[in-house]
């Protein structure tokens, strides 16, 4: 039975529950407005102690949920964040499936955001961090500019020297030895197509691309230019087709601009790899199926993923970032598409 006398304090503390507000909050942690809304936003510019007050205030108030409360408190949301160009071909999907698949094995969720640079993305990375305990970013997106506050951030695909942990494939040796193998076919006219401005890994391969040059005394023809999707790669076969480009090797920073090249330049009429060899990067499933099967690299793209659930998880956890940017090996991966005789379709 409810004692008639203890009816009214229950019924009081329900109410002042229920009509807890951010201005109370505020109130009871002789702060600002502003200051509860930074602390609920986690941001990084509010002082240990009123954050410690703001939390204190949120509890005794049940401001929020007390499951909430208490999450805030530990500063805790059980949820990684990923931010991802786009998911479009088979490279995202791969990363995205091995950072997913070893976060919910750590019992963490993923909030994925995806978009390229600009203040659009800058709002939305700012946005993200507001929502889960970590971040791992691909490539270009710069921890600095974007306001992630203390959050533990791993890119991706990124640069040395950007004063976050950054994870990567190796690059430059698998580019060098590519290039070199077509060189050794007695190719000299060879093409490098992908926008190396653009993104790191690219700028590495290209420079792998040089570096064979030179090893044999070759200069280099300058990049093609050309975003990372299949269509790329159908409208530089294209100037190549309309004479705009010569070449009698193209060396593509992806799978998906080699297959799409490849599969233009034989509807072309072109004899691939005899009049034209065409390399990739990625090595893709439809690599190994195409004919004539295509020489890539190999890379450890679900691999990377899971390594960066790793790493987030070891941060959040108390780990202290490395200053050392971590290389996975990458393995080039000999079939047809070169001038090389057709391996077995398991190669």
């Known amino acids: ?10 019924r009081t503390a329900a109410s002042a529950a229920s009509a807890a507000t951010i201005y109370r909050v ?10 509860v809304s930074r602390v609920l936003q986690g941001s990084s510019i509010v002082t240990a102690a009123t954050r410690d007050r703001v939390l204190e205030a949120i ?9 909430a409360a208490r999450s805030l408190a530990v500063r805790r949301h059980g949820t990684y964040g990923l931010a991802l160009p786009e998911l479009s071909g088979p490279y995202y999907a791969e990363l995205l499936m091995g950072f997913e698949t070893r976060a919910a094995e750590l019992g ?8 390229r640079s600009g203040a659009d993305r800058a709002r939305q990375l700012r946005e993200l961090t507001t929502r889960v305990d970590a971040v791992a970013l691909f490539g270009a997106d710069a921890p600095t500019d974007a306001g992630f506050g ?25 580019a060098a030895r590519l290039t070199t193998h077509l060189l050794e076919h007695g190719r000299r006219r060879l093409l490098f197509v992908g926008d190396v401005e653009a993104a790191v890994d690219l700028f590495e391969r290209h420079e792998g691309f040089v570096a064979a040059h030179r090893a044999m005394g070759l200069d280099p023809a300058p990049p093609v230019a050309a975003e990372p999707r299949e269509d790329a790669g159908a409208a ?54 195409v004919r004539p099967g295509l020489t890539t690299v190999r890379q450890p793209v679900h691999e990377l993923g899971v390594l960066a659930a790793d790493r987030l998880h070891d941060l959040v956890s108390g780990a202290t970032p490395s200053a050392e940017r971590r290389v996975l090996a990458t393995q080039v991966v000999i079939r047809s598409s070169c001038g090389c005789p057709p391996t077995s379709l398991a190669g």
């Open 236 to 289: 530089v076969a294209e100037r190549l087709l309309a004479g705009e480009l010569t070449a009698d090797a193209l060396v593509c920073g992806n799978d998906e601009l080699a297959l799409a090249a490849m599969g233009r330049l034989v509807d072309g009429g072109v004899d691939v790899p005899d009049a034209i060899a065409v390399v990739g990067w990625d090595d893709v499933m439809a690599a190994r199926y």
């Open 26 to 35: 505020a109130e009871h942690a002789r702060v600002s407005i502003a200051t």
């Open 108 to 115: 963490q969720s993923v909030m994925l955001v995806l978009g």
């Open 150 to 174: 203390s959050r533990p951030v791993v890119v991706i695909a990124g640069s040395p020297g950007q004063g976050v942990e950054t994870i990567t494939a190796e690059n430059r040796r698998s």
């Open 59 to 67: 509890e005794a108030l049940d401001y929020v949920p007390s499951g």
């Open 1 to 10: 039975m409810t004692n008639d006398d203890d009816a009214p304090s229950a």
